[in-house]
């Protein structure tokens, strides 16, 4: 997960003491974790990773030259937001949201 993260979204690893224990350093931008969608069960996935950039279109443009799949970008309220998922298959999004507010 933390090699998606730096390949795909510009962050920055950073091991400690403890091999299992990596800290993720965002260079720009900020990831939240969300509420999955409501309709979520037990045993699916219940979070979303929200990687949030203040663009939209350019974050994920590198990233899906990474390789990485995304759907149609949506557009709402001002702010736009793209999903895809990441290499466990879990739900991710990258958000103009909190930049919109």
């Known amino acids: 997960m933390a090699a998606f993260c730096c390949r795909h979204f510009s962050f920055g690893a950073v091991s400690g003491d ?13 990831m939240t974790i969300h509420p999955a969608s ?8 219940l979070v979303k990773l929200v990687f949030d950039v203040e663009d939209v279109e350019s974050s ?9 799949v995304f759907g149609p970008v949506h557009a709402a309220g001002g702010d736009s ?3 895809a998922r990441d290499p466990s298959d879990h739900p991710i999004s990258v958000s103009s949201r909190v930049f919109s507010v």
Do not use: M, Y
Not at 60 to 68: E, M, V
């Open 18 to 30: 403890d091999e299992h224990v990596v800290e993720l350093r965002p260079r720009n931008g900020v």
């Open 38 to 45: 409501k309709g979520q069960k037990i045993g699916q996935s």
């Open 60 to 68: 994920f443009a590198t990233a899906r030259q990474s390789g990485l």
């Open 81 to 83: 937001f793209v999903n």
